[in-house]
């Protein structure tokens, strides 16, 4: 275990449904000296009002000076050992350089998007990259490019689940069972190369089809199956009342897992995810997991898996032995990246 005398200074956002939160409640429990520097409090989101959205750009470029004045001044006056970042997508590269030069602070970064993608990341969040003594990716995938951006050290450590939030739960009365049932559940955003995954459901009518999340009713042939959003215990309802539980990767960030990768099993659902290497590293194919490759091959193992309860059953208690029993929290995430940090402090200080 690393040493509890370490001072850890975390940046993310505190939703409670975003790892920031996660990381802040695994050092609560783990009990670190911490400090929390919440980006929600910073950057709101305007809502869908124009004037609000015309508002906020207008003012983007001083809430971001705000910000990363705060940061400075917390790191200044915490001296903390380790800065703990989540993805830091609204920390500009000289704040990191000079929190390292007022301290012997060890800068990590949680990267939780592809840092190259300009749809999901910055040119601050590729630019700081060699800032960072640990830059650790959920995509292993990008450890070449990270290496050539000048990473200092790149590790692959993949995302999680929370307990607290994903647990199994199912509908408990006749009015949530009519609200949350279905044979297959899609719980995402609608990426433009997904569609082509869920259109096959317009001729499948034995087949009920739920999705949640943004944007799928932009697509008028699948604004039928469009159910909204599902946040917290909507979520695992909306997981627990499903046969199959399909868990898409987003190609656009390389991603060869996800959250839903763990969420999914955690709460006891039967997960039915895209082949990636790292699913097959993750889980047992055929036995923890059903993996597909095609919109056919979905189609063909849901038709199966919806025949063969207990087959499905089996492999959905496997998969949730496998995630709870198998470090993948978030508290097992911050053990870990706080005693990759140690061998950094053994060294400054030899």
């Known amino acids: 275990m690393s040493d509890r005398r370490t001072r850890v200074l975390l940046v993310g956002n505190g939703g409670f449904f975003h790892i920031g939160a996660f990381f802040r409640r695994a050092l609560d429990k783990l009990g670190y000296e911490h400090q929390f520097v919440d980006e929600e409090g910073y950057f709101k989101n305007p809502g869908d009002s124009f004037m609000r959205k015309v508002l906020s750009r207008l003012t983007r470029f001083l809430t971001y000076k705000r910000f990363n004045q705060a940061l400075v001044k917390v790191a200044i006056s915490f001296r903390p050992h380790v800065l703990l970042v989540v993805k830091g997508a609204y920390i500009h590269p000289e704040v990191l350089a000079e929190i390292k030069s007022e301290s012997k602070t060890i800068l990590v970064n949680y990267a939780t998007d592809d840092p190259f993608n300009p749809t999901s990341s910055n040119r601050d969040v590729a630019a700081a990259i060699p800032y960072y003594d640990l830059y650790l990716s959920t995509k292993r995938s990008i450890l070449p490019d990270l290496k050539r951006a000048r990473a200092r050290k790149a590790v692959w450590l993949p995302f999680g689940y929370e307990p607290a939030i994903h647990f199994p739960?199912?509908?408990?009365?006749?009015?949530?069972?009519?609200?949350?049932?279905s044979d297959v559940v899609f719980v995402g955003g609608c990426d433009r190369d997904r569609v082509h995954f869920f259109t096959p459901f317009l001729n499948l009518p034995d087949i009920k089809l739920k999705l949640y999340g943004g944007y799928w009713d932009r697509y008028p042939e699948l604004r039928p199956f469009w159910q909204g959003f599902a946040l917290g215990r909507d979520y695992r309802l909306a997981l627990g009342?499903?046969?199959?539980?399909?868990?898409?990767?987003?190609?656009?960030?390389?991603?060869?897992?996800?959250?839903?990768?763990?969420?999914?099993?955690?709460c006891g659902a039967f997960l039915l995810a895209e082949r990636t290497e790292e699913h097959l590293d993750l889980f047992e194919e055929g036995k923890e997991m059903v993996c597909f490759s095609s919109p056919e091959e979905m189609v063909d193992k849901i038709r199966y898996y919806l025949k063969h309860n207990e087959e499905r059953q089996r492999i959905t208690e496997?998969?949730?032995?496998?995630?709870?029993?198998?470090?993948?929290?978030y508290h097992d995430r911050v053990v870990k990246i706080l005693k990759m940090t140690d061998s950094f402090r053994r060294i400054e200080n030899a």
């Open 241 to 266: 009342g499903s046969k199959v539980a399909v868990g898409l990767v987003r190609q656009a960030n390389r991603d060869g897992s996800v959250m839903r990768t763990f969420e999914i099993p955690a």
């Open 318 to 329: 496997a998969g949730y032995r496998r995630v709870t029993t198998g470090k993948h929290t």
């Open 169 to 181: 739960e199912r509908p408990n009365s006749p009015e949530e069972t009519a609200r949350w049932a």
